[in-house]
């Protein structure tokens, strides 16, 4: 380390041309804030959309109103007045508006990453009031939450078909398939050769075609494909 540490001194380095380069990095960094705020305010149908369903948690949660929370309030970087469970439900209430945002015009649905949610902060019942946001709002999302304590997310379907429908030329296959499989449910497909078990496996890996809908781990097969994929064993 102490030889690495001479070398480095004894490289040769203009402090007036760094400091010149640092100056005018800051000038260019400045400029492209100003200009994504600038852009990301005049859109204000996405603005008031974005707004109105932040207010519409926060208020639930009970961290403010449209009275309390101006609409430039989205723009803020100066979080650090806040504290504590206010401080956690407040970034709560933008992230989801954020991400219903996002899903609406990018047609993303994004995962629900809940780091650690209970502890000297946030107590249980705030804890509560978010999850029931979750069940009730965001039921087709993933949800993730890594924590010591379990939490009520009664009849997880782990795998949800609606009208799934696959007919072979002479056919077989399978046709208005609905089938839901919770959380810990051990499911037999049983039946004779040609019912259509090996289709129905197979629709449900995405590894043959097929009308109808399917959701495995809460996310739509189609648009969420690696990712169910990379949780899946078949």
């Not at 994004?110 to 804890?127: F, R, T």
């Not at 999850?131 to 379907?157: H, T, W």
């Amino acid at each position: 380390i102490d030889i690495f540490d001479r070398r480095i001194a004894s490289v040769p380095i203009d402090a007036g041309a760094i400091d010149k380069e640092i100056k005018r990095l800051e000038k260019v960094l400045k400029s492209v804030r100003e200009e994504i705020s600038r852009k990301t305010k005049s859109d204000t149908g996405v603005v008031m959309s974005l707004y109105e369903n932040m207010v519409k948690y926060a208020t639930e949660l009970g961290v403010g109103n449209s009275e309390s929370i101006a609409s430039s309030y989205l723009f803020t970087s100066n979080l650090k007045e806040l504290s504590g469970a206010v401080l956690h439900k407040t970034v709560f209430a933008f992230r989801l508006a954020y991400i219903m945002e996002i899903e609406k015009h990018l047609g993303i649905k994004l995962q629900i990453i809940l780091d650690s949610p209970s502890g000297k902060e946030v107590d249980q019942a705030n804890i509560q009031l978010m999850v029931n946001i979750l069940k009730r709002d965001f039921s087709d999302n993933q949800i993730i939450i890594a924590s010591i304590f379990q939490y009520d997310f009664e009849s997880v379907n782990v795998i949800e078909i609606k009208n799934l429908t696959k007919l072979y030329g002479n056919g077989r296959g399978i046709k208005n398939l609905n089938l839901t499989v919770e959380q810990g449910d051990i499911l037999g497909l049983l039946g004779p050769n040609g019912s259509g078990k090996t289709t129905a496996m197979k629709a449900i890996l995405n590894l043959v075609n097929a009308e109808g809908s399917v959701k495995v781990f809460g996310m739509d097969l189609h648009d969420n494909f690696e990712s169910i994929m990379q949780r899946t064993g078949a």
